[in-house]
Structures are given as C-alpha cells and as structure tokens.
C-alpha cells in the first residue's frame, strides 16, 4: 500500500476486525483513488497540526484516536513500527496479544 500511495494520490482504509466494520473475514486494505482531497473531511482538522512524525489527538473528534502527519520518505518499515506504537498507546492490543477491532486510514494528500 505504501508504494501505491507513493505513486497515486487516494485514501487506503483498513477495517480491522468486526466491530471495525469490516466487511471481509479476511484482513485486508481497500483504495480510493482521488485527485480532490477536499471531500475528505478530516482534512482540514489534521492540516492544523504543525507537528511531523508525532502522534497526534484532536479535541474536536468524538473518538478515541491517533493521527500521525508522515513527511513521505519514511520506510514501511518505520510506517509499521509507528502503526505498532500508536495501537499500543490507544490500548488497542489485548491481553495475550490479541487485537481488537480498528480502523487505519491513510492518505498522500
């Protein structure tokens, strides 16, 4: 997905698990191409943050979140380890390691 993203400009959504909204038993991403990022509403509230590489949580969002601006030269390696981190400071990972139900939404705006 991160070499995708690198190539096209769209949103990658990940439903992880049931209650996530997952609409497959299988995991898996789906991609949206789109050249006009002002339907994506949450746009606007990230493009306030002045803030690289730091997780970050907006006030204005009703959910529990993480967001992170990625200044696009980064590896999937360290997308992955970030992705790890930010579910384990949402608390997302259970007891015996066991994930529960989330969402991932990526963009290249």
């Known amino acids: 997905m991160s070499l995708l993203l690198r190539q096209q400009k769209g949103l990658a959504i ?3 698990g049931v209650n996530a909204g997952c609409s497959q038993q299988h995991k ?3 991609f949206t191409p789109t050249t006009d990022f002002k339907h994506i509403l949450i746009d606007s509230l990230i493009n306030q943050q ?3 590489l ?4 907006i006030k204005q969002l009703p959910f529990q979140h993480l967001i992170v601006q990625l200044t ?6 360290k997308i992955v380890n970030m992705y790890h981190a930010m579910l384990n400071k949402l608390k997302l990972y259970g007891k015996n390691s066991q994930d529960v139900s989330h969402n991932t939404l990526l963009s290249n705006q």
């Open 50 to 52: 002045k803030s690289y």
């Open 72 to 77: 696009g030269q980064e590896s999937v390696e």
């Open 28 to 30: 898996h991403m789906q």
């Open 54 to 57: 730091t997780p970050l949580h």
């Open 14 to 16: 990940y439903n992880g």
